[in-house]
């Protein structure tokens, strides 16, 4: 698969992508940078989901909302991290390929 053809349809499953970033040094960083362009709710709600490891029944508890708004909110940011994560790696800025 060519950078360049990549369509986000491509993509694995958005959670699974952020998960495999968020183990990679060098994708971690690209990834953090771009979720400083979210909201700072979306923000914490992404960081609580990713980096702690937390699912949306725990989020919803802790910051309370519900459920479905924690899950409305992490689609939302999803979207958004999926489309700047494919923005990036077709400008060559991180490769979700050769890691």
Request: with cysteine; hydrophobic share 40%; aromatic share 12%.
């Amino acid at each position: 698969m060519k950078t360049e053809n990549l369509e986000a349809s491509d993509l694995l499953e958005v959670s699974d992508v952020l998960e495999y970033i968020k183990n990679n040094e060098h994708f971690n960083e690209v990834l953090r940078d771009i979720i400083t362009e979210l909201p700072a709710l979306e923000q914490s709600i992404v960081y609580m989901r990713f980096w702690e490891d937390k699912d949306p029944y725990e989020i919803s508890y802790e910051c309370g909302f519900s459920v479905n708004t924690v899950s409305d909110i992490l689609e939302g940011s999803f979207d958004f991290l999926k489309d700047r994560v494919l923005f990036e790696f077709q400008e060559g800025q991180a490769s979700l390929l050769t890691a």
